[in-house]
């Protein structure tokens, strides 16, 4: 089963049609408000994320190496 997005004209050139398996349930609760900024797209359809600070890192430990871990807000 597929859904298909109503999307503004401006983000036309956007894949409107998602899996059911990609979305998840939403139960309502009318104290959720969210609230978000308009995102500024570039030609390409493209738009920029800003890390702005380190929250945590952690370091995994394999035979031979070590991968370090960053989660960034």
Wanted: glycine letters at 2%; one cysteine or more.
């Amino acid at each position: 089963m597929a859904y298909c997005l109503a999307l503004p004209p401006a983000l036309q050139g956007i894949h409107d049609v998602f899996n059911a398996s990609n979305l998840c349930w939403y139960v309502p609760d009318p104290s959720h408000i969210i609230q978000h900024e308009p995102q500024q797209l570039e030609e390409k359809l493209a738009y920029l994320k800003e890390p702005m600070r380190i929250l945590d890192r952690m370091a995994q430990t394999l035979r031979n190496k070590t991968i370090p871990y960053v989660k960034v807000l």
